[in-house]
Nanobody, 120 residues
């Protein structure tokens, strides 16, 4: 079993920055691919950024150029650097860590989320 824990959320003024961390732990804690999702008040959960096992990245249009996803494989950690934050970025941010076994099976693990609040 894999446990995923997010941290780094908080309250910040518009234009500020935060860095979120997602750490995987457990018997097999390496992360193959990962994504950061967010769910704002009254909204559906949406994919914000993702990174593949080879380091390829994806960004949702509204955060491209402001957010950067990265990974440190030695620490089983994925980061989301968020700059130029806007009130619309206010949400609970969730990390999804994906593992792929040798047979091609995929397992997804979710953290509990970390609150990001951006004041205007």
């Amino acid at each position: 079993q894999v446990q995923v824990a997010e941290s780094g959320g908080g309250l910040v003024q518009a234009g500020g920055s935060l860095r979120l961390s997602c750490v995987a732990s457990g018997r097999r804690s390496s992360i193959d691919a990962a994504g950061w999702y967010r769910q704002g008040p009254g909204k559906q959960r949406e994919l914000v950024a993702a990174i593949s096992s080879t380091g390829s990245t994806f960004y949702e249009d509204s955060v491209r150029g402001r957010f950067t996803i990265s990974r440190d494989n030695a620490k089983n950690t994925v980061y989301l650097q968020m700059n130029s934050l806007k009130p619309d970025d206010t949400a609970v941010y969730y990390c999804n860590a994906r593992q792929t076994d040798r047979g091609g099976g995929v397992s997804d693990y979710w953290g509990q989320g970390t609150q990001v609040t951006v004041s205007s």
